[in-house]
């Protein structure tokens, strides 16, 4: 059973950096593609960045987050992060991290929310001053 816990998630002053925590339990992360979404109060959840099981990067998602945010993996600790700098209140959401089981050797970093079978519980980011 595949199992994802986000942390780092917190209120933060315009301008400001946090980076977001992803650990995965159950299944390497050479063998699955990690996305992180979002969503904000009264809006749809959105892709943020993904990152494959190859270890290629999709950030094709959001244009708002574009040279701002970063995605990354640390296979050693299973954990995938999202650096998140320059931020800004719209960037106020519930962040998610999921996984869909692509495979190994795999560049995939599927668009739709229903090829992730595995969610995380979420971590509250709030951007304001």
């Known amino acids: 059973q595949l199992r994802l816990v986000e942390s780092g998630g917190a209120l933060v002053q315009p301008g400001g950096s946090l980076r977001l925590s992803c650990v995965v339990s159950g299944r390497p992360l050479n063998s699955v593609a990690i996305t992180w979404f979002r969503q904000a109060p009264g809006k749809e959840r959105e892709g943020v960045s993904c990152i494959s099981s190859w270890g290629t990067i999709n950030t094709d998602y959001t244009d708002s987050v574009k040279g701002r945010f970063t995605i990354s993996r640390d296979n050693a600790k299973n954990t995938v992060y999202l650096q998140m700098n320059s931020l800004k209140p719209e960037d106020t959401a519930v962040y998610y991290c999921?996984?869909?089981?692509?495979?190994?050797?795999?560049?995939?970093?599927?668009?739709?929310?229903?090829?992730?079978?595995?969610w995380g519980q979420g971590t509250q980011v709030t951007v304001s001053s």
């Open positions: 999921a996984a869909a089981l692509t495979g190994y050797v795999s560049t995939l970093c599927p668009d739709e929310q229903s090829s992730y079978d595995y």
